[in-house]
């Protein structure tokens, strides 16, 4: 990559955390999408500041010739289209040669879910082990809010003093919300602080700090970090009888929207409680619903069978 394509980019990524705030996970996705055009782009001795059309075009059909996904190639192509919308605002550009190019589309696909009963057994295999009381924690609240992994194991614990009935959660952008814990969840909790606070204590009286996190760890963060979760989780599919394929922190979060939807929940509580911005993301659950009404339907009507 250039130093202007760094150039480029750096002061837009700035921007748009700034402007927009972005969460860091969106913004490191910008680089690294933006990345693999700059030194695309610097193999053919192009430049952010002339790259055409008809150019940007090539790249992904490079892209595509990879075997890149759709859906990969639709957030690079957004990941530009950003970029020279910047650029057109400074005045670095006069126009934007990614503003009428049309993405390949992204086929939506249905998220994967799991049961209740897949569910109750990776709770029953939380209950098992060394870190159980912490696990199960995990689990309970996971499953009870539907909070996103990021949201979950960097949760302070100052949020969960006081048997509270509902968690502040803040999530994407700084946005808050509140959640409902529901009584195993709260029981749950109960148990792990006082067993996590009792850790603290005995850490502070050899010289440690307090730490600010529910679920505290010796990690750079200073709390569990994502890849452990998903290591644990999948460790507690393999106990608990669970396909490990099936399962990820993320297929929690569906189950906790998809069982809500399944009991008659509405729509717009469930985007509240998720907090989509927008309920089209939220509605990819009524689809979820239909395929499982559908398959009930294929299963076991007695015409079904018939040709």
């Given amino acids: 990559m250039t130093p202007e394509a760094e150039r480029w980019i750096t002061a837009f990524l700035d921007a748009h955390a700034a402007e927009q705030n972005a969460a860091r996970n969106t913004t490191l996705g ?26 940007l075009e090539d790249y992904l059909i490079f892209c595509e010739a990879q075997g890149l996904s759709a859906a990969t ?25 990614a503003m009428e190019i049309k993405g390949p589309g992204k086929t ?13 057994r990776l709770l029953d295999a939380a209950l098992v082990g060394r870190d159980r009381v912490r696990n199960t924690c995990l689990m309970q609240v996971l499953y009870a809010t539907g909070m996103r992994v990021s949201e979950l194991v960097s949760l302070p614990v100052a949020a969960t003093r006081g048997d509270p009935r509902m968690l502040l959660i803040t999530g994407k952008g700084g946005k808050e919300r509140m959640v409902p814990l529901s009584p195993p969840a709260r029981a749950a909790l109960h148990d792990w602080l006082e067993k996590r606070d009792a850790a603290q204590e005995k850490a502070q009286k050899k010289g440690g700090k307090p730490s600010p ?10 709390h569990l970090t994502r890849h452990r979760f998903y290591a644990l989780i ?7 009888g669970v396909s490990p394929d099936k399962v990820t922190p993320h297929t929690l979060r569906h189950a906790f929207a998809t069982h809500l939807l399944e009991g008659g929940a509405d729509l717009r509580a469930i985007q509240t409680l998720l907090g989509h ?6 509605e990819i ?23």
């Fill in 108 to 120: 939506k696909r249905l998220p994967k879910t799991l049961s209740v009963d897949e569910v109750d």
């Fill in 277 to 282: 911005a927008d309920i089209s993301t939220t």
């Fill in 285 to 307: 659950y009524t689809h979820v619903l239909d395929e499982r009404l559908k398959s009930l339907v294929l299963e076991h009507h007695p015409l079904a069978s018939k040709t």
């Fill in 73 to 97: 190639r639709a957030r690079r192509l957004s990941a530009a289209k950003q970029l020279y919308r910047f650029a057109y605002e400074e005045g670095w550009r006069t126009d934007n040669p």
């Fill in 234 to 240: 999948k460790e507690l599919a393999v106990e608990g």
């Fill in 30 to 55: 910008y680089a690294r999408d933006l990345k693999d055009l700059a030194e695309w782009m610097a193999r053919k001795s192009l430049s952010f500041d002339a790259l055409t059309r008809a150019q």
């Fill in 213 to 222: 996190f529910l679920f505290p760890t010796n990690s750079k963060q200073g």
